[in-house]
Nanobody, 119 residues
Framework: VQLQASGGGLVQAGGSLRLSCAASGGTFSRYHMNWFRQAPGKEREFVAAINWSGTSTYYGDSVKGRFTISRDNAKNTVYLQMNSLKPEDTAVYYC?????????????WGQGTQVTVSS
């Protein structure tokens, strides 16, 4: 399975970005999908997860109420809508499959997309 993350960039605090992660080479509709992030000098942090059908979502405490994860199984793509961005959201964002949530190791990872939030 190959995962390709995109959509990162530079945005001012309070702004929005939407990340995408396109999957290929596997059965996307069977995979739970996740977003993680890692800032320089910090450990990897769980951001959000969505189950295979899109009926269940799970968020890290630092992004609840600001970020929304969604998926389109017809397009083999998972999204992360990020609103009310803060400088502390600056990180490389990675998509991962096929486990659900922060407690499991995922064998499939995207290459990461940089998000930078300026104050």
């Amino acid at each position: 399975v190959q995962l390709q993350a995109s959509g990162g960039g530079l945005v001012q605090a309070g702004g929005s970005l939407r990340l995408s992660c396109a999957a290929s080479g596997g059965t996307f509709s069977r995979y739970h999908m996740n977003w993680f992030r890692q800032a320089p000098g910090k450990e990897r942090e769980f951001v959000a997860a969505i189950n295979w059908s899109g009926t269940s979502t799970y968020y890290g405490d630092s992004v609840k109420g600001r970020f929304t994860i969604s998926r389109d199984n017809a397009k083999n793509t998972v999204y992360l809508q990020m609103n009310s961005l803060k400088p502390e959201d600056t990180a490389v964002y990675y998509c991962a499959a096929p486990r659900y949530g922060p407690s499991y190791e995922n064998p499939y990872w995207g290459q990461g997309t940089q998000v930078t939030v300026s104050s």
